[in-house]
């Protein structure tokens, strides 16, 4: 480790922070547009910044001992309690920080230049790009956080700034209702970061994350190996925190926030509901991977098992949605699960840690095409002034940018041979062929229905009946479609980027091999998708109404999202509200406030009854006076002595 | 006058001590109650006298203490008139049970 290398990179979170600080500060003083461009400045800076790092770190400096090394760049004690305990603030440059610096500052700068078309006119514009800066910094910090507890500290900040801008519309009553929603359902998950986080420090006595994460000699090591009901402390800790990791990334069954976010603006989705904060979860374990791997293969199991079941889950669902910002919420959700389910399946050294690779690929493929299909849909939703599939159809004649680059987006989350989604889908299918093939065939089979889902969506918006529109739907401004073009782009090359020779579990440079047998499955089966979606959805015909209605059972269940808010809801309002909460309001308004109460009344009534002996007759006073002094002296002459 | 007993200086003292009790009682007038006030220390002023006379002729501090409460006495009334004239001004009246204002 090199001290002090890459000292530059601070300057990416610093200069989002002042960034935020002035616009929060003076936004509106001043030109709503100028807020914009200063936020747009700041984060194209840190885009800047963060490819010259990239560039230095893997192709100037490169290999160390036929590795990627660790630098912290930056480490500074923030908060010192006792000796013993203090904690940092510092920049980590690693490969997956680095890889995420460039994930995150991409998006966002994506995503900056886009709202200034798609927010235009917008009465809180300023606002807008105040809170985006304030989630570009947060995240930033969570991406190059030297230690667990900074980590957590900007881990709870995005989910700040994401619940201000899901409730940016914050008129609307359902706006307001799904910010609260994401705010408390991921801050319920977080409390399972913070105790593992807590249990991990307290066995190992650092939150340092090198310290921590170290493969020769974990730090964890010591911790006692049996702990509570027959699981080891450490399982419990990094369980814990895969809690966490669960709730920001909405895996099931903590995913119920997810939907409802994309009542806030469409970019905002695109940035913070599909490419960045929900991938932190995923983040958080590839980054305590060597924890995982060798301490807690249990946890690890349970990565995968919800990761795969979560995939499985929201892909069913995303096939009867029609809101179309909501397909695209569940596809996320999906996608994640994909994710997580790679870096359970993965191994540690060489090709045994695929999966991890895969996972960070398929993080850095999904960012770029499901912002493009968000930014996609926000132009879409910006032509057709509806959210609803039902309300489109037949838009390639009007929107033509946006059809190509929404048509490349969908291949290539289809996994479509070239398209960027075809290799990292390609590679979590062999790590998962490799440890188990029942994950094989499930993420196969969810790959098929993903290719079903978005080209239903694709083919009911831009194909399907011609339709005449009380608007002209009206291609989006440049500055809407040249973001679009650009992360069509990426989605289209990024491909082609050797990934395992970048990132690894172990951090060395392996090569990937072209699986035959499981790409050309894969590739069938997204073939398949895509002709079944073709049949049914291209020319208006009455097939998909029957589908539904021969497997109406399924069909209810899926379109209701399988009632999970609804099993929430019954949950929090029978069980909690109706027995513990009442019954413990019953306790505090009777037993706690009748003790206080009747203590208040008592003094109340007494004094009541007292008062009339202060008459202000002072002859009475008088007569009191010396009748006590009497009975003294009758005291004293008859009794003392 | 050697022959009149010390029980007989007590007896006349407690009746000017009650005396002025019932007179600091009973009367509205504040004037009326200041000059009980004034019994009650020549009551007291009386015991102290009478018994440094019978108890310790040779000595003078009784004679001397009631000397004292004589000259406090005067200060008294003239800080007690005072206060009576203040009391009229504000309320035009010394009826003691009229000037109730200090109460709950």
Do not use: C
Request: charged share 10%; glycine share 8%; net charge neutral.
């Amino acid at each position: 480790m090199s001290e002090a290398l890459y000292l530059y990179t601070v300057l990416i979170p610093v200069v989002l922070f002042l960034s935020f600080l002035f616009t929060g500060l003076f936004g509106n003083k001043m030109n709503p547009i100028v807020t914009g461009f200063i936020s747009t400045a700041a984060i194209l800076f840190g885009l800047v910044v963060s490819y010259y790092t990239a560039y230095h770190y893997f192709f100037v400096d490169g290999l160390i001992d036929g590795a990627y090394p660790t630098h912290i760049a930056f480490d500074m004690e923030w908060l010192r309690f006792t000796p013993m305990l203090s904690i940092n603030m510092g920049v980590l440059i690693d490969p997956i920080s680095i890889m995420m610096l460039i994930v995150v500052t991409t998006v966002s700068a994506m995503v900056h230049i886009y709202s200034f078309g798609y927010m235009k006119g917008e009465s809180g514009f300023a606002r807008f790009y105040t809170f985006l800066s304030l989630f570009s910094f947060s995240m930033i910090g969570l991406v190059v956080a030297s230690n667990l507890f900074q980590m957590y500290m900007f881990w709870e900040l995005v989910g700040v700034s994401s619940y201000l801008l899901i409730g940016y519309y914050y008129e609307k009553p359902s706006a307001v209702n799904a910010s609260k929603k994401a705010f408390i359902v991921t801050r319920f998950a977080d409390f399972g970061f913070l105790t593992g986080m807590l249990l991990l420090a307290y066995f190992t006595g650092t939150f340092d994350l090198v310290a921590l994460t170290n493969p020769e000699g974990l730090a964890i090591a010591s911790a006692p190996v049996m702990g509570f009901l027959g699981i080891s402390v450490v399982t419990w800790a990094v369980g814990l925190i895969f809690i966490g990791g669960a709730g920001k990334s909405a895996m099931f069954p903590l995913h119920i926030w997810l939907p409802d976010a994309m009542e806030g603006p469409t970019p905002v989705s695109a940035l913070i509901h599909a490419a960045t904060m929900v991938v932190a979860g995923v983040y958080l374990v590839a980054r305590l991977f060597p924890i995982y791997v060798f301490s807690a293969p249990g946890a690890l199991e349970m990565v995968a098992i919800v990761g795969a079941f979560s995939s499985v889950f929201a892909a069913i669902i995303a096939i009867t949605q029609t809101d179309i910002k909501r397909v695209l919420a569940f596809s996320t959700m999906s996608q994640i699960g994909y994710m997580m389910m790679a870096l359970g399946v993965s191994g540690f050294y060489g090709e045994a840690g695929t999966g991890y690779m895969a996972s960070m690929f398929h993080l850095f493929n999904h960012a770029m095409f499901k912002s493009l299909l968000f930014l996609g849909a926000g132009a879409i939703i910006h032509a057709v002034h509806s959210n609803y599939m039902t309300d489109m159809g037949n838009l390639r004649k009007y929107l033509p940018i946006t059809h190509i680059t929404f048509l490349i987006a969908a291949l290539a989350i289809s996994g479509i041979y070239p398209f960027s989604g075809f290799f990292s889908k390609d590679e979590i299918l062999v790590a998962a062929m490799a440890k188990n093939p029942i994950y094989f065939w499930v993420e196969w089979a969810v790959a098929g229905l993903t290719a079903f889902y978005m080209f239903r969506l694709y083919f009911s918006i831009f194909w399907g009946e011609k339709r005449e529109y009380e608007h002209k739907p009206q291609e989006a401004p440049l500055s809407m479609t040249i973001p679009l073009l650009l992360l069509a782009v990426a989605s289209a090359v990024a491909g082609f980027i050797p990934f395992s020779k970048f990132v690894s579990a172990d951090r060395i440079p392996f090569e990937v091999h072209f699986h035959p047998l499981i790409a050309y499955p894969s590739l069938a089966v997204a073939a398949l998708g895509i002709i079944v979606a073709a049949v049914m959805y291209m020319k208006p015909s009455k097939t998909p109404d029957k589908i539904a209605g021969s497997l109406s059972g399924i069909y209810k269940l899926s379109h209701n999202k399988f009632y999970i808010d609804e099993i929430y809801l019954w949950f929090t309002h029978t069980i909690i509200f109706g027995m513990v909460a009442s019954a413990a309001s019953w306790f505090d308004r009777n037993i706690i406030d009748g003790f206080l109460n009747g203590i208040a009344s008592f003094t109340n009534m007494v004094s009541e009854k007292t008062k009339g002996l202060q008459s202000g007759q002072l002859q009475q006073y008088g007569i009191y006076m010396i009748s006590g002094v009497l009975a003294l002296f009758l005291v004293f002459i008859y009794w003392i002595s | 006058m050697v022959d009149i007993p010390v029980e007989h200086f007590s007896y006349i003292a407690l009746f000017v001590f009650f005396a002025g009790l019932y007179g600091f009682f009973t009367r509205k007038n504040m004037i009326a109650m200041l000059m009980s006030i004034e019994l009650i220390l020549n009551a007291v002023n009386i015991q102290f006298v009478a018994f440094n006379y019978y108890l310790y002729p040779d000595l003078m501090e009784g004679m001397i203490f009631s000397l004292f409460i004589i000259g406090v006495a005067a200060a008294e009334a003239a800080v007690a008139i005072a206060i009576i004239i203040n009391v009229y001004r504000r309320f035009k009246t010394i009826n003691v049970e009229k000037v109730n204002s200090m109460k709950y």
